[in-house]
């Protein structure tokens, strides 16, 4: 992969956690606005964006995750729970990193380690699979499409998801 591909796969992986922050900041607000609370957009967009990219700083190892334990083959059941217990690791890291942001960003709102991490146990854990999930569907579409001669699957550059199919 050239130098000019690796540095717009990593702005496309700033920009997909941005956006993901972005969303949760645009639904904060929508809830409280649909319960009469005020919007306070300088606490709630850099709150709502450390939360995800200190999920997204992690995207390198979910992808090396995926290719080092991939989860397909006659041996699949081998990698799960390695899977399973790094997504449990992540969110444990992810929230070691978060709560001293969030306490930062939010001086006059005190959340402990265990506020944080049972605040969003659920909602991290399924960032781990959420992210590695596209990763490991690229790749086992390629797999499987192998073994079927009569069609032509076509990967993109990025990461190796599968962009189109077509009968040959």
Not at 104 to 124: E, I, K, M, Q, S
Request: glycine share 8%.
């Amino acid at each position: 992969m050239t130098r000019a591909a690796k540095q717009r796969l990593w702005l496309l992986g700033i920009l997909t956690w941005t956006v993901l922050g972005l969303m949760s900041a645009a639904q904060n607000a929508a809830w409280r606005a649909y319960t009469d609370r005020p919007i306070d957009w300088v606490r709630i967009v850099p709150t709502s964006l450390a939360d995800w990219l200190t999920c997204g700083m992690f995207t390198p190892a979910f992808f090396w995750m995926v290719r080092r334990f991939p989860i397909r083959g006659e041996r699949w059941w081998s990698s799960l729970p390695i899977h399973l217990a790094a997504s449990l690791v992540f969110v444990f890291l992810k929230v070691t990193a978060y709560t001293p942001l969030f306490n930062a960003l939010n001086p006059g709102l005190h959340r402990t380690y265990r506020d944080v991490l049972f605040g969003g146990f659920y909602g991290d854990l399924l960032a781990y699979w959420g992210a590695v999930t596209p990763r490991r569907a690229g790749t086992f579409g390629r797999g499987c499409f192998a073994k079927a001669p009569h069609l032509s699957v076509k990967s993109s550059p990025c990461g190796g998801q599968t962009t189109s199919m077509r009968w040959r």
